[in-house]
């Protein structure tokens, strides 16, 4: 029974469009190992074992699938069954690095994708007796540009995660610790539509100023400044990734002033992403607003990250990054002010590159939500 979230044909024009994009790069072959270019391409899950899987490609090939016996059941539920793609499957004692070298055939320049770790890598490079290069320049070009199927599934995904941002309010309170409080927000993650919780932020306080704080057992105090980061992967592997900042009871006033200013530089971010413009340039708007309100020091991060199958890839929004936005990209935007200490604050969208702008899959209230 196929598992596919998408027609094979979706797949065989991911492979088509990895084959033309190598031989454009002057690779004759792509070794591409679990992870999620392999999701992206064929369907597969997981991540490498020792067991070698992969996927082989390139100009003038037979896509192949080398396996292991045992996962071959499993791997023909995906789009190698649909699509019918050789097999080479092998056993324990087998050397799985023959079957590569006989996909391969007589090659010269042979890429492999970065999820492939050197367990592999070296004896690959080793039988196939060539410098193996990274193939993340490819396939980085096939994932950054979101097909049609691939944008529902963000909308779906960000549709979920907002959902989920306006049920924090029920859970969000004085006396609870960040750690109760993100069960809560996990479980809604699932309720509302995802199939797995990525990550899961609260940040109350002065842990709030640690952009990459999970949970804590903090007990949540009036007054405090919550940042609350959550993400999921949905059915079909695509991924939610929204910020918003909460304050329990009441903020300070200067608090709320600065956080207003952040309000500000996102929605300049957002509104500076448009096609032909470089990713710096989105970056700078966010980074231009702060700055003039004497918050610059207090922006530690880049603005944004491409999502996809993975939560984080390219293209990233950030200083002297000269890659220019195309339709069909999708990334964060998300500027954040920290102040070691006291608190912290972030605002996160998702946006897709549209022809002449870019759409915001996130819609939740991005102003400072009193709980």
Not at 156 to 184: C, F, K, Q, Y
């Amino acid at each position: 029974m196929s598992t596919l979230p998408f027609p094979a044909s979706v797949y065989a024009a991911r492979l088509d469009r990895a084959a033309a994009l190598a031989a454009e790069a002057g690779l004759d072959a792509i070794i591409v190992g679990p992870g999620p270019d392999l999701q992206y391409l064929v369907g597969v899950e997981g991540d490498t074992i020792e067991r070698l899987t992969a996927l082989v490609i390139g100009p003038a090939l037979a896509p192949t699938v080398v396996v292991p016996r045992m996962e071959l059941a499993k791997v023909r539920t995906t789009a190698v069954g649909a699509l019918e793609l050789r097999l080479s499957d092998w056993v324990d004692g087998e050397n799985p690095y023959d079957l590569v070298a006989a996909a391969v055939g007589d090659v010269t320049r042979v890429g492999v994708s970065d999820a492939l770790p050197a367990l592999h890598v070296v004896p690959l490079g080793e039988r196939l007796d060539v410098r193996l290069e990274l193939a993340t320049p490819v396939l980085r070009e096939s994932r950054m540009i979101k097909d049609a199927e691939e944008i529902i599934e963000l909308r779906r995904a960000g549709s979920a995660i907002d959902a989920v941002h306006r049920r924090v309010p029920e859970w969000l309170r004085a006396g609870r610790t960040e750690r109760e409080v993100a069960a809560d927000i996990a479980d809604a993650i699932v309720a509302e539509g995802h199939r797995t919780v990525e990550f899961v932020i609260v940040g109350s306080g002065p842990n709030g100023a640690d952009p990459h704080h999970e949970v804590s057992d903090r007990v949540i105090e009036q007054g405090d400044i919550v940042v609350v980061d959550i993400g999921g992967a949905v059915p079909s592997g695509y991924n939610s990734d929204s910020t918003r900042t909460y304050v329990v009871g009441e903020p300070a006033p200067e608090a709320a002033e600065r956080i207003a200013v952040l309000v500000r530089a996102q929605q300049a971010a957002v509104d500076a992403a448009r096609p032909g413009v470089a990713a710096s340039e989105v970056d700078a708007a966010a980074r231009d607003v702060l700055t003039a309100a004497g918050l610059g020091e207090a922006f530690l991060h880049r603005t944004g990250h491409g999502i996809g199958v993975s939560v984080h890839e390219e293209p990233y929004i950030a200083p002297g990054n000269d890659l220019v936005l195309r339709e069909g990209m999708a990334f964060s935007i998300e500027p954040g002010i920290y102040f070691p200490g006291a608190w912290g604050a972030r605002i996160e969208d998702i946006v897709v590159m549209t022809a002449d702008g870019c759409e915001r899959l996130n819609v939740a209230p991005h102003a400072l939500t009193s709980v």
